[in-house]
């Protein structure tokens, strides 16, 4: 898993038309080269995750996770609203954190 950083958490930038980066949920400090390999079943659960989405959904969630893309670029990219990307953003976090969380997390 070294390299992979995806963010599950994210909030609102300050100013219109301003969207903050992903942040990654490693704290600050963890080498992850360091962690070796993920617990067992935790990429299986995150593909499960990422599967259950809806296409779209699933694209704005890489699209800003893994390409860092601004939500205002992804909007402009799908010919969506930025507010439709937020709220797209927003049910997937939902919908990935809780099917992590089922599977008795990392």
Known sequence: MSGLRISLW???GKGAGTVP???PIVPPGIDLEALGEP???????LE???AA??????EVFLAARIDNMSYVEIARRT???VKDIEKRMSRSIGVITRMLEEGGGP
């Open 48 to 50: 499960a995750a990422m």
């Open 79 to 81: 010919g969506r609203s």
């Open 10 to 12: 994210w909030r609102k």
């Open 53 to 58: 989405l809806p296409a779209v959904d699933r």
């Open 39 to 45: 617990p067992p079943g935790l990429l299986e659960r």
């Open 21 to 23: 980066t992903a942040q």
